[in-house]
């Protein structure tokens, strides 16, 4: 973290030049945040208003199978492009989509680079959830320091849909965008992308599911240098499970779980199931979190 705040790394993208951020509001110094020149079109044309300070990046995940055990033992928060998994589309290889995707969002400038040297996804929590920014993405999130905002980038939509409109720490146009669409929950976030390493000295707090109490989730969140916290929970009843929502297995599988008629993040954890088939029910848990009128019962 030091290394990136004092200035250019040995890990810098090739073909990448450094362009400051915002300066922080009691007037300090500017920090430094590498936007990669051929894509300063996306970027550093940026209008509008800074980041609101008291904003977060978040960074959603499932903490189960071993997740956040691996997060502990190593210190850093890994991309799809090194652990080769997601919770969304597993393309995170040269000639997949999401190759493709950051291709076009940084001017191909990480194309060459390192997996461990591609930036880390998350989504900008401009709507202050206590599920995090994107929960499509995971029960679990990592809430990061204020400093991350400084070497973040963000778009509107999420990549996969080729946005047009982007931001940066000092001029983020974004949030007017993302309020008044009317994308489906699940899509209606403010995608970050987080330019340098994240470790857990990076990490305000891990927030988690209740349903982790009492389980190896919570004993390894113990033992992490950061707080943890709880959110009011994903709790879905099998009565509410949508048939016309995303395929007809993610149903099934529910109905095949469900504890007493009831699905949370734990049960779902604990399923053998297609990851494909597991991730789609996840969303008919973190779909009727974002559309319920209060917190889930």
Known sequence: MSSERAGRTGSEPTGSRWIDSASTPTGGPRTPIPIIAASTDNFARAAGPPVPRDLRVTLNFHPGRGV????????????????????????????????????????????HVPPADRPKYGALNHRRSEFGGAPRFGSAHLRLREDVLDRSTFCYPDSVFEPVDFGTARHLPLI???????????????????????????????????????????????????????????RLSTAD?????????????????????????????????????????????????????????
């Open 176 to 234: 007017e965008l993302a309020d008044a669409d009317d994308r489906d929950p699940l899509d209606n976030y403010i995608e970050a992308h987080v330019h340098g390493p994240v470790t857990l000295a990076d990490v305000e707090a891990l927030v988690l599911d209740p349903s982790f109490r009492g389980t190896e989730v919570e004993d390894v969140a113990r033992g992490l240098p950061c707080e943890v916290e709880w959110h009011s929970g994903f």
């Open 68 to 111: 956040l055990a691996s997060l502990a033992r190593d210190g850093v928060y890994r991309s799809q492009f090194e652990t080769g998994t997601s919770n969304g589309g597993l393309t995170a290889h040269p000639g997949g989509a999401r190759w493709g995707w950051e291709s076009r969002l940084f001017g191909g400038a990480y194309d």
């Open 241 to 297: 499970l949508d048939p016309g929502f995303r395929t007809p297995e993610s149903v099934a599988l529910g109905l095949a779980i469900a504890c007493d008629g009831w699905l949370d993040p734990w049960i779902l954890s604990q399923a053998d199931a297609d990851p494909q088939v597991s991730k789609h029910l996840w969303h008919h848990l973190a779909r009727r979190a974002l559309t319920a009128p209060g917190p889930p019962s």
